[in-house]
């Protein structure tokens, strides 16, 4: 099993940062009911003896979970989103030394972040990757989490992206952006993405932009679909993708249904590289399938289902609805329309109870309605 | 150990070369006679037909008088892997080179016995793999070969010899017959005649399955010259043979009358079908079926599915597509370049038949 670690920047990256951790923590539990540290928990997660204080060797492979530290680097030059991580539940997940943190903030400015925090931080920076990085057995990816309309997310997100390009050419760097909207509050916003955009172009080597505005769309149709009508009482409520009920936070805050959707479809990127399946597919088979030219790397992403229902049973009439959905443009997270638009490549992931038989069945049924280049 | 398409040809395959030939010198060491090598593998994923490949290279390096049958799963026509046709024609052009004898599987024929034949609902890959499976045991198990007193203590010598005569001609197919759900099973009677002419029927129209067999198309009459019976077998759809062998297994199989199989008709001018046609018999019934009946056939019979990936793949190659994540692990343009050459070598070979 390979493991990958995830670096969050900037406020919106902290933000979704902590909800993916939550989520990933809440997902293994319900899967590992012994409490045994196995594969797939270490693909995100270190088991590390906290008992013992000699910093940095106490990691512990296999056996009883003692405490769970995050693959993770934290970094902001805003003390206020990552001390409130610091003081509420999910405190413990993570070690102090993966902090980076600065006092002033980069002021919604491209360039300070870059150029002034990125010349500022750069060895610390590195310091903390190449330590993370040595607790891993083998790794094979970096995920970033990034805004690309503010400073930090967008000037040192992507100043991290290129001290990993050159710490480690051959480690995959996969980035998530979250894309300004129409009514975004930053007024520099669109300098900003447009800086982070030549850079993710760049140095990144597959990019998965998100709009906020189709988070809220989903996030006004879940909360329709939960409070009108007949369908609204069988659907459980703790089983939507905005959700967070069963994860480790109390209360739900105002970004936290949309920073839900972002969290739960990088948990179910990653999922066949932590879980078994009969038909696996590993985060390189991502890069290399999707990509096929070495700047066309921006995948637009969709989930389903966005709720379940109270009745588990999925009769293949959803089944089929849920392969249709995937397609739809009310599903996307970023506005985008697909069955209107041409394809290059497309990657169904699938989890659950899902045979081939079913699989087949719908891809030669949807296939046919989009527009590919390729004729796959 | 995970691997991305083909560079697994090139970056993993030379660096775990020494511990699995050392595996493999193991294995050999402990037969009192190495038959041969069975490798089973993908032609669509990175590892399987990537890996694949560079080992069975190693094994023809290192064992140059030993056997080597590939065992090869064709992917699904609508697609498991974007970049499977670039896949599948480096491995196919690669295997030539090394391997006797290619075995293909084609998992969108195997999926319509399940569907069709075995009547599954929701088939998984655990349905599929297990009629792979039983075809392959319905080769390998023990049978005679023809005058023999003794179980053959060659299966894979004896399989090459009859069956890859001429290097240019490497690709077998497989039908087995018959192949049904346990419940129909109850209530099927079988006969050698019904189960033999079905099997002629399967080979001379080219189906893959005992359903939906085309019983217009007949064996051209003789007495046309070649180039025109070339055309001629074309309008008929009529699938020619170089080598057939069949293996029947169950009970009364010595009263099997294969004559049918050893009509010249049915092959191509230059081999006799005395050369041609072999059966292996055993009557030890195999796998619940009283009677089964197997065609391993090195015929045309997988000509349109391997124009069709070509084709697929020069479309994508011809803009380049995907071609720098190859690049970037040592497959170079002239490599892609060499193997579409030498597939469409085969592809004219084979129709030339």
């Known amino acids: 099993m390979t493991q990958s670690i995830v670096v969050q920047v900037g406020q919106c990256g902290n933000q979704v940062g902590c909800r993916f951790w939550d989520l990933a923590l809440r997902e293994h539990a319900s899967v590992n009911k012994k409490g045994i540290y196995d594969e797939a928990l270490s693909s995100f997660f270190r088991n590390v003896d906290t008992r013992r204080s000699d910093g940095d060797n106490n990691d512990i492979s296999g056996g009883k979970i003692r405490s769970l530290k995050a693959r993770a680097v934290l970094i902001d030059m805003e003390e206020g989103v990552v001390n409130e991580i610091l003081q509420g539940p999910l405190r413990d997940v993570f070690d102090s030394k993966q902090l980076i943190t600065d006092v002033s903030g980069s002021g919604n400015n491209w360039a300070v972040g870059h150029k002034v925090y990125g010349s500022t931080y750069r060895e610390e920076i590195v310091e903390n990757l190449r330590k993370a990085a040595e607790h891993c057995d083998c790794l094979q990816c970096f995920f970033v989490i990034h805004s690309m309309g503010g400073g930090t997310g967008s000037g040192l997100g992507t100043f991290v992206l290129n001290v990993l390009e050159d710490e480690f050419p051959e480690v995959y760097r996969i980035v998530t952006s979250v894309y300004p909207s129409a009514e975004d509050d930053v007024i520099t916003s669109p300098y900003n993405s447009v800086l982070a955009m030549r850079e993710l172009t760049e140095h990144a080597d597959c990019v998965l932009p998100i709009e906020n505005q189709s988070l809220v769309d989903i996030v006004n149709k879940i909360k329709h679909m939960s ?58 088979e991502i890069t290399m399938n999707l990509v096929p030219f070495p700047n066309l790397h921006y995948l637009v992403s969709s989930l389903t289902p966005l709720y379940t229902l109270a009745d588990v049973n999925v009769p293949s009439r959803r089944l089929d609805q849920m392969f249709s959905d995937a397609f739809s443009k009310d599903h996307q997270l970023i506005h985008s329309d697909p069955k209107h638009s041409l394809y290059l490549a497309c990657a169904l992931i699938v989890r659950g109870d899902v045979q081939v038989s079913d699989l087949r069945r719908n891809i030669e049924r949807n296939a046919s309605s989009l527009q590919s280049i390729m004729g796959l | 150990m995970y691997t991305v398409a083909f560079p697994s040809f090139c970056v993993h395959g030379p660096r775990h070369e020494e511990d699995i030939m050392d595996l493999v010198r193991r294995e050999v060491e402990k037969c009192d006679r190495l038959g041969g090598f069975f490798n089973m593998m993908s032609m669509a994923g990175g590892t399987g037909s990537g890996m694949g490949t560079y080992i069975t290279q190693c094994l023809r390096d290192t064992y140059p008088h030993s056997f080597i049958l590939n065992q090869v799963t064709w992917p699904y026509g609508t697609g498991e892997v974007i970049v499977q046709n670039y896949n599948s024609v480096l491995t196919l052009s690669h295997l030539y080179q090394s391997s006797d004898a290619i075995l293909v599987h084609e998992n969108d024929t195997v999926h319509k016995i399940c569907a069709q034949l075995m009547n599954i609902k929701q088939i998984s890959f655990k349905d599929v793999n297990k009629v792979i499976a039983h075809q392959l045991g319905s080769v390998l198990q023990p049978a005679y070969t023809e005058g023999a007193s003794e179980y053959n203590r060659n299966p894979l010598g004896d399989l090459m010899k009859s069956m890859v005569c001429h290097p240019e001609y490497k690709l077998l197919g497989l039908r087995n017959i018959p192949q049904m759900s346990e419940t129909s099973l109850a209530y099927s009677v079988f006969t050698w005649p019904g189960l033999l002419k079905h099997l002629r029927q399967m080979l001379i129209a080219n189906a893959k399955m005992e359903e939906g067999i085309d019983w217009q198309v007949r064996p051209p009459a003789g007495g046309l010259p070649p180039a025109e019976k070339g055309t001629h077998n074309k309008q008929l759809r009529f699938n020619t043979s170089l080598a057939n062998l069949l293996i029947l297994r169950g009970k009364d199989v010595q009263s099997a009358d294969t004559g049918g199989f050893m009509d010249p008709a049915l092959y191509t001018s230059w081999l006799p079908p005395g050369v041609a046609s072999s059966t292996w018999r055993t009557p030890m019934s195999f796998n619940r079926y009283e009677k089964s009946a197997t065609l391993v056939s090195n015929s045309q019979f997988l000509l349109k599915p391997l124009d069709g990936i070509v084709g697929k793949a020069w479309n994508m190659f011809a803009s380049r597509a995907y071609v720098h994540q190859y690049t970037q692990f040592g497959i170079s343009e002239e490599d892609f370049l060499d193997s579409f050459t030498a597939l469409e070598q085969i592809i004219a070979s084979y129709t030339h038949l």
Request: aromatic residues 4%; glycine residues 12%.
């Open chain 1, 227 to 284: 409070h009108s009508g007949k369908l609204g009482a069988e659907i459980k409520q703790s089983s939507t993708i905005i959700s967070g009920q069963g994860g480790v936070k109390g209360q739900e805050k105002p970004f936290d249904a949309m920073n839900n959707i972002v969290a739960n479809m990088l948990l179910n990127l990653t999922s066949s590289a932590r879980f078994e399946g009969s038909l696996n597919m590993d985060l390189n």
